[in-house]
């Protein structure tokens, strides 16, 4: 039951973090976009030099998430009961799991496919790749892998912890 509600609670928190920020600026999120709208804005001269640099960050981005989630979905996991690694891992591979899923189908596939105010300015055309559900899916799979690392790393700081 414990884990059901954290669930609920971590889906509505990523859902505060996403969607206000895309909504306000779509440019926000442009390296989660399907290539070719990535390609489309990098052609735009209004966007000239904006993908570059949000590449740059966008990988250090995602090597401090991974840390950044680790510990605390660590500290979630002892906080809810497990005191040693397979149950911290399960746990946080769990609550990473089941926030992907309702990532994929309730933000990307329900709203990003959808919602006209997440179009970038110049790519409105460009409806068929706004609507590809095999790339949001095949992001899905990227971020189960990387739940699997965010829960081998919380596992092995519990353990840590606990062993110290």
Known sequence: MILAMECIVLCIIFTLIILPAQYKDPMVMIMSYPPNIIKRVESLPQYAGHIKERKKKHISKKIFGIFFFAVMLAIIAYFSGCRAFPDTFFHVFMLFFVVNVYDMLVL?????????????????????????????????????????????????????????
């Open 108 to 164: 990307d596939w329900g709203i990003f496919c959808h919602s006209k105010k997440l179009r970038i300015p110049g790519t409105e055309d460009m409806e068929k790749e706004y609507t590809d559900y095999l790339f949001h899916a095949k992001g899905a799979i990227v971020g189960i892998a990387l739940g699997l690392v965010v829960a081998v790393l919380a596992g092995g700081i519990v353990h840590i912890v606990l062993v110290i």
